[in-house]
């Protein structure tokens, strides 16, 4: 019996809805920590999707990937200050920039492999963070960014407004893990499982392993420069901490938390983890030590993402409706 | 028309496979035989591009094969299915066979697209079907029995559309009776498909009943070629790989 795939159409529909319950949600509950809360994920949530290209459908884990997210927010809010240029065409900046850093980091690092692999990219990130800190000129060294990043209107959008800034970046947020969706489920997105699976064997069907996980490694430096992006726009400025190596381990973490054999784990991981950032954080001053419990919990005792639960309920059900069927 | 001429591997100064000269005519079989350790393995992985050989060509058809990407040897026409399969644990058996040949007609890259692509369909279920994967097709690679599994590494350099096809030891961890159904199997491939079929043994009881050639490798140098009767009946084969007198041969 052949399995039913999720088609374009029903993703588009999905995608649809959720978009619009996240721009009617301030309306039903007007609340600026949720919508911050909500900004935040988003950002973090193309983050963690795109790392879980290289982590889950590739088999690459990246400790840098970090690096993409921190670049993303420098590349566009430099291109607001020194440029001056408009929001699109910042936008348009981050994305070729961080596409030529993944093509020169990636075309480097996935000559490795394994843990290899792991800790060039984890030595690039740390190079830019280094770069980040010593230039004091240009990126503002440990301070970050500083003065704010311009937000001029374009096409009769102000993000200077709140409830603006909060449509933009749960849009960006959907149409981007939409995209991510259909290179997932397109025949690039099998050729990368099968590259996950068993990239010896792939290799003796033709398929060109160097050139699809760089094409991997591009798109999901784009899409973590993408959420690096929302994230400035939403702090108006750029600072080490997007680009040093706890935003790479903080990616591992939501994929970890939300699972990474759904599609949808790791944006579920970026909420869970944010809602326990803010939790937590106001709970005790010894966040750390609790969120490392929790992620403990997660890694030891569960090893397995929630969704991954939710999905495993889904197949067991639909197993057992099928034995009795037969 | 297969051409192996002065073929010549060594690792760190052994020689795994020195000087070999075989050709398969379009439309053989040849069962390759020898003692653990002979460079058959070795063998395979020179004509399918797992490895360059230090020295002579492997020509197909009038192309020289050595040197060329394994991806350009399998558009040459070499298929090939290796000796503990080669599978993609978490995908199904569907999904392996669709992906093979979506990589096979050059679409891996595609991501406009949903997988699978429509025109796949039809050498997937073909291919199933002549191994008898049709049934299996939703079940994943990891979970299939160890036949099914050979089978589906068998299938996978299938749906390329091989001319020939290498096999290294397709019977390989097999009870008997599973053995020869394997092996009844492949002979029918090889007959349906008008394959050049090249077969790694280590039974002798089905090398001598299907091959109609055999050649035996021996310390990496090609020892003897013939027909199971003339390789039966060999001394230096007796001596060196069946046993040491004709009598056990023959047991």
């Known amino acids: ?326 | 028309m297969l051409e192996v001429k002065g073929l010549f591997k060594s690792f760190g100064g052994v020689a795994a496979i020195s000087d070999v000269n075989i050709d398969f005519p379009t439309g053989s079989l040849t069962a390759i035989i020898g003692p653990n350790g002979a460079g058959k393995s070795t063998f395979f992985n020179l004509i399918s591009g797992g490895l360059t050989p230090d020295a002579g060509s492997v020509t197909f058809n009038g192309t020289n094969l050595v040197g060329r990407s394994r991806a350009q040897i399998i558009d040459a026409g070499i298929g090939r299915a290796f000796q503990v399969a080669r599978i993609f644990p978490t995908l199904t058996v569907e999904e392996s066979l669709l992906g093979a040949v979506t990589a096979h007609r050059r679409r891996a890259q595609n991501i406009t697209h949903r997988f699978p692509l429509p025109e796949m369909r039809d050498r997937m279920l073909e291919v199933a079907d002549m191994l008898g994967l049709t049934e299996k097709l939703g079940v994943t690679s990891a979970n299939l029995s160890h036949g099914d599994q050979k089978l589906l590494d068998i299938a996978l350099a299938l749906v390329l559309d091989p001319k020939v096809l290498l096999l290294d030891e397709p019977t390989a961890g097999m009870g008997p009776d599973e053995r020869w159904r394997m092996i009844e199997r492949v002979h029918e491939l090889w007959e349906c498909e008008k394959l050049t079929l090249i077969f790694i043994e280590h039974d002798m009881d089905i090398v001598f009943k299907i091959a109609p050639k055999i050649s035996v490798l021996c310390y990496g140098r090609l020892l003897a070629e013939g027909t199971p009767d003339q390789i039966r009946t060999n001394p230096a084969v007796i001596e060196a790989y069946l046993g040491t007198s004709h009598e056990e041969a023959a047991v």
């Open chain 1, 1 to 326: 019996m052949m399995a039913t795939r999720p088609n374009l159409v029903r993703d588009v529909a999905i995608a649809a809805v959720a978009l619009i319950i996240l721009l009617l949600l301030p309306y039903v509950w007007p609340s600026k920590m949720v919508n911050d809360l909500i900004i935040r994920v988003s950002a973090f949530a193309l983050f963690a999707t795109s790392l879980n290209l290289l982590v889950g459908y590739t088999g690459m884990v990246s400790f840098g990937h970090g690096m993409f997210f921190g670049f993303g927010a420098y590349a566009f809010g430099l291109s607001m200050q020194r440029l001056g240029v408009s929001i699109p065409m910042a936008f348009l900046i981050t994305v070729v920039s961080s596409a030529l850093l993944g093509l020169v980091v990636g075309a480097i690092s996935i000559r490795l492999k394994d843990i290899y692999f792991s800790f060039i990219t984890l030595a690039f990130q740390m190079l830019l963070y280094s770069t980040v800190i010593a230039w004091v000129p240009l990126t503002g060294g440990d301070q970050g960014l500083m003065g704010g990043i311009p937000r001029p209107p374009f096409l009769g959008i102000d993000l200077s407004i709140e409830a603006h800034r909060y449509a933009f970046a749960v849009t960006i947020m959907v149409i981007g893990l939409l995209i991510l969706r259909q290179i997932v489920e397109s025949p690039f997105g099998y050729t990368l499982r099968m590259i996950r699976d068993n990239s010896e064997r792939a290799t003796f069907l033709g398929i060109n392993v160097f050139r699809a996980k760089l094409t991997a490694f591009v798109i999901a430096g784009v899409f973590g420069a993408i959420g690096g992006m929302v994230m400035a726009l939403f702090v108006s400025g750029a600072y080490p901490e997007f680009v040093n190596w706890t935003m790479s381990g903080e990616g591992i973490f939501m994929i970890m938390l939300g699972g990474l054999s759904t599609f949808v784990g790791p944006a579920a991981g970026a909420l869970i983890l944010s809602l326990l950032n803010d939790v937590i954080t106001r709970g005790t001053e010894h966040h750390g030590l609790f969120l490392g419990a929790v992620i403990l919990l997660f890694a030891l005792g569960l090893r397995k993402g929630v969704t991954d639960f939710v999905a495993d309920w889904f197949r067991l059900r639909r197993e057992a409706s099928s034995r009795s069927g037969s």
